[in-house]
């Protein structure tokens, strides 16, 4: 994973960025996808245009066009498929420790799980579970970067921001547990 987007335009909402979003079903439900023309900004559930708009006030936001059917296509497989997680475009921005948090959620095979000591252990920061769990929540593109494969030091799943009951879901495809589930 790298950052594409230049931290300016994270900074001032996507200010002259072009985004392109489209909505498609998946077996986890109404998934929102938008992507610049270096790759996948955002991927999230039950989310639509106005949602999209508040976390890129700035930018101009385009409905479908560009590459993005492609992506689309990849990102629904990957949904589907994690044990053969297309190499996807990703153009996200965070602080650098949200992105050492991300490239270790990148880390974490399909099927296993980590708690966010282990996260925070593996940045190099054990003393900030708390700044990792909020760096794993901060996660723009669910599933891609999989920050569902992080459960508490206890067992408990913790919190998912797209419901627990999908983050139950994912994480029984990942491990053979569960077979094709629709929501």
């Known amino acids: 994973m790298t ?3 230049t931290p300016s335009a994270w900074n001032n909402g996507g200010a002259g960025v072009s ?11 109404s998934m929102l996808l938008a992507a610049t023309d270096k790759g996948i900004c955002r991927l999230s559930f039950d989310e639509n245009e106005s949602t999209l708009k508040r976390h890129f006030p700035n930018a101009t936001l385009l409905d479908k066009g560009g590459s ?3 992506l689309i296509d990849g990102a629904a497989f990957a949904v589907q498929h994690p044990r053969q997680m297309p190499e996807l475009p990703l153009d996200v921005g965070g602080t650098d ?7 270790a959620l990148l880390q974490i095979p399909a099927g296993e799980t980590r708690n966010y000591a282990e996260i925070a252990a593996a940045v190099g920061k054990p003393d900030a579970v708390r700044a990792a769990g909020t760096a794993n929540g901060a996660n723009p593109v669910s599933v891609l970067i999989p920050c569902h494969r992080v459960i508490r ?11 627990l009951e999908r983050k139950r879901r994912l994480l029984a495809w990942e491990s053979g547990q569960g077979g094709l589930f629709l929501v």
Do not use: C, K, N
């Open 97 to 103: 420790f949200q992105m050492s948090v991300w490239q």
């Open 3 to 5: 950052a594409a987007m």
């Open 153 to 163: 030091s206890d067992g408990g799943l913790g919190g998912y921001a797209y419901g």
């Open 19 to 29: 985004i392109y979003w489209s909505i498609a079903e998946t077996a986890l439900g």
């Open 68 to 70: 993005i059917s492609a």
